[in-house]
């Protein structure tokens, strides 16, 4: 049965830093993960897509990476800003389930 | 559409009453997906459609809980007899594929159940 980690639960950085959110799975057949991000009382937004060839996806300031062999993915976040607080959310795609999910990482950039 | 829509965003019901949400995905995606997110458990996988079957029911909490899917479009996820343990945010989701299609997600309808 496929379970989904993140670390940290929460983060709090100054505007303008760069960051990393980290997402673990402990089944390595997946056929893609998703990296989302949802803000308070609101639904997902999905940001990336990395199918399970791939190694990476970039949009903007976000650079997804996928190493299937060792079970993670890392959510790259350049020059943070104030509006991407939020909660992100890592799912991987395998099996018979469609996504799970991790609990998220709590994101608070400070101005 | 331009995206899912659900519908209501809001529903509060009592304890025992029975309630529908709908969900109208994004038009042309074959896969449709539920799930439920709690205050504190995250976001768990209820049931996916592809087309108007759904093969596998298993991630359905109880059998209080359906759902089906009409025309390979709306869907409504049906629970009877609420319990105050169903309260949570329903989400909705469509996609193009089910295995490694990106999925996009509705707003949500939250119900409480008093």
């Known amino acids: 049965k496929q379970e989904v980690t993140q670390i940290p639960a929460a983060l709090s950085v100054p505007e303008g830093e760069n960051l990393v959110l980290n997402c673990s799975f402990t089944?390595?057949?997946?056929?893609?993960l998703q990296w989302f991000r949802q803000d308070p009382g609101k639904g997902l937004t999905s940001l990336l897509l990395?199918?399970?060839?791939?190694r990476e996806q970039t949009s903007g300031r976000l650079n997804a990476s996928l190493d299937k062999s060792s079970g993670r993915s890392t959510l790259y976040i350049a020059a943070s800003q104030p509006g991407d607080s939020a909660t992100y959310l890592c799912?991987?795609?395998?099996?018979?389930?469609?996504?799970?999910f991790g609990k998220g990482t709590r994101l608070s950039v400070i101005a | 559409g331009a995206g899912v829509s659900q519908s209501p965003s809001n529903k509060v019901t009592e304890k025992g009453k029975d309630v529908e949400l709908r969900c109208d995905p994004i038009?042309?995606?074959?896969?449709l997906y539920w799930y439920r997110q709690s205050l504190g458990q995250g976001l768990e996988f209820l049931i996916y459609?592809?087309?108007?079957?759904?093969?596998?029911k298993s991630g359905l909490p109880s059998d209080r809980f359906s759902a089906e899917r009409t025309g390979g479009s709306v869907s409504t996820l049906t629970i009877q007899r609420t319990q105050q343990e169903d309260s949570a945010v329903y989400l909705c989701?469509?996609?193009?594929?089910?295995?490694?299609?990106?999925?996009?997600f509705g707003p949500g309808t939250r119900l409480t159940v008093l």
């Open positions: 989701a469509s996609s193009l594929a089910i295995w490694g299609g990106e999925q996009f």
């Open positions: 089944d390595s057949a997946i056929y893609n």
């Open positions: 990395i199918q399970s060839s791939q």
């Open positions: 799912a991987a795609s395998s099996g018979n389930t469609p996504l799970v």
């Open positions: 038009s042309g995606h074959t896969a």
């Open positions: 459609f592809q087309g108007n079957s759904a093969p596998d």
